[in-house]
């Protein structure tokens, strides 16, 4: 006789939930639960199962059982990262069909979740430490995922950047420096306490996690607005009662179906990758003149996993006193050979371009080619800059090592590059065409200028990565909002770093 369906599930999740210890199973419930022991990779079983998993805390109804709930011992340290984070869930969960169809989407593709949760391991114990202080819920360390697949260089069509997604203008109002030498939407360090900072505001602004994860998404003026809508026609204001752009529908959704699959990856058959429950780097103040590449070499890193903790620099070498992150394993010797590279005078150094100079002679002074000069400075060929203007020359230095790192580092200005002219050594102004209703206008692009409050999804850096934001995250509407006041600030300022 057929066992029915719901039986052989309550069964499956009871062998998963109290340790196997049933009475007497079935030979079809050991059966289907061997083959989702053995799968590699959700099978058709583990889909069905998925859809109709609990959401972690939750309690399961069997037959003839107590029901049983997900507990965590915080009598003893972390093991890892994952165990961390799961101590510090503080959101209410949201269990609907939209949940069910992400997690199905994550879990489907097992390879690209390992992958990005390894890449996501070199910034956790830092978000989640400034969580963890902040006071608010660790499953935010998460939202880099659905943003950016925990990728810094990650850049939307709508000139969104950063583990955190930033547009230009949320950027600034949350003090985040973007100019000619540094991004500070693709700092690890600033944009997170940027981020954060923005969450609090707008967390503070509707009292709801949910609606603030809709606002960061959406724009905190669109969910107010669509509050209102509800609340004039006599509906809840609740998240999942409100209008929304698909998107954004989604969003929070795909936030809880990575907290299911982090809170117990046992029940989906899904082995998160180690990250030590330890600080992964430290800030080492680094003087002028050494570029990137030479700067990994110290650290003994390959130059891509150098650049991917230090993804701010738009020019391949430091041309004024900064910092750079190094893992902490490697910050005495990087700290040592950094004072014995500043004693052999080969640097790198800033040329003000004169009234009447050209690039091309001042390629020549400095032994370089026209086009490294373009590429030691992110500027695309045949752009043209005006007196006053900052080039990053070599003084002494070999320059094929940094040409190596301008290789890593993508160069993305606010739209398509007309002409470059000087304001101050490092505020150039970008001169854009943008479309606005099928007309091209002439657009300039200054520190107080508006840009479309507009994110998009992001481009990772691999073909799979692509695909999977493409489906993951698109197009956002985030308002720009205004630092609250009494906050702690994003970073410091320019001035104060010496920039």
């Known amino acids: 006789m057929a066992i029915p369906f719901a039986s052989t599930l309550c069964a499956l999740f009871l062998v998963v939930l109290c340790g196997g210890a049933v009475a007497s199973p079935d030979s079809t419930t050991l059966a289907l639960t061997q083959e989702l022991e053995k799968a590699d990779r959700p099978s058709p079983a583990m889909a069905v199962q998925t859809k109709l998993a609990p959401l972690p805390g939750q309690f399961v109804e069997l037959p003839n059982a107590t029901p049983r709930v997900l507990t965590l ?9 994952w165990d961390r984070i799961r101590r ?115 967390y503070d602004m509707h009292g709801d996690w949910h609606l603030a994860l809709a606002s960061y998404n959406w724009g905190e003026n669109a969910v107010g607005r669509a509050i209102q809508r509800n609340l004039d026609e006599g509906l809840p204001g609740e998240y999942s009662q409100l209008r929304m752009p698909e998107e954004t529908r989604n969003y929070v959704p795909k936030l809880q179906a990575l907290k299911n699959i982090v809170a117990q990856p046992e029940l989906f058959h899904i082995e998160l990758p180690y990250v030590p429950n330890s600080r992964h780097f430290v800030s080492i103040e680094t003087p002028a003149g050494i570029d990137l590449a030479t700067a990994a070499r110290m650290a003994d890193m390959p130059l891509d996993e150098f650049i991917a ?84 020359v070599p003084d002494g230095v070999d320059p094929g090592d940094a040409l190596d790192a301008v290789r890593l580092i993508p160069q993305r200005p606010e739209g398509t590059g007309l002409s470059v002219t000087a304001r101050g050594l490092d505020k150039p102004v970008l001169k854009v065409d943008t479309k606005t209703k099928g007309r091209t206008k002439l657009a300039t692009e200054t520190r107080g200028s508006k840009k479309p409050a507009t994110k998009g999804a992001a481009k990772a850096g691999s073909k799979a990565d692509r695909k999977v934001a493409a489906a993951s995250s698109s197009k956002k509407n985030a308002a720009p909002a205004k630092a609250t006041p009494g906050k702690p600030a994003a970073k410091k300022k320019a001035a104060d770093r010496k920039r």
């Open 73 to 81: 011992d915080l009598t003893r340290d972390a093991n890892d990262i």
């Open 309 to 392: 903790l230090n993804p701010s620099y738009k020019r391949p070498a430091i041309a004024e006193e900064s910092t750079l992150i190094v893992p902490v394993d490697r910050a005495e010797r990087f700290q040592l050979r950094l004072a014995e590279h500043q004693q052999n005078g080969k640097l790198w150094r800033t040329h003000e371009l004169q009234r009447g100079e050209t690039l091309a002679s001042v390629a020549q002074t400095y032994g370089l080619s026209l086009t490294q000069l373009y590429a030691l400075n992110g500027l695309n060929a045949g752009t043209r800059v005006g007196a006053g203007y900052a080039l990053l």
């Open 88 to 202: 510090g869930f503080g959101m209410p969960d949201l269990d609907t069909p939209l949940v069910a169809d992400q997690q199905l989407f994550y879990l489907n593709r097992p390879a690209f979740l390992k992958k990005v949760f390894e890449r996501g391991g070199r910034y956790l114990w830092h978000i989640v430490d400034e969580l963890e202080r902040r006071g608010m819920p660790t499953e935010l360390a998460l939202l880099p995922m659905v943003e950016s697949s925990y990728n810094p260089m990650a850049y939307s069509r709508a000139h969104a950047s950063g583990l955190w997604q930033f547009i230009p203008s949320t950027g600034r109002s949350y003090n985040l420096t973007q100019d000619s030498w540094v991004d500070e939407r693709r700092d690890v360090i600033a944009s997170t306490a940027a981020a954060l900072d923005y969450l609090q505001s707008i």
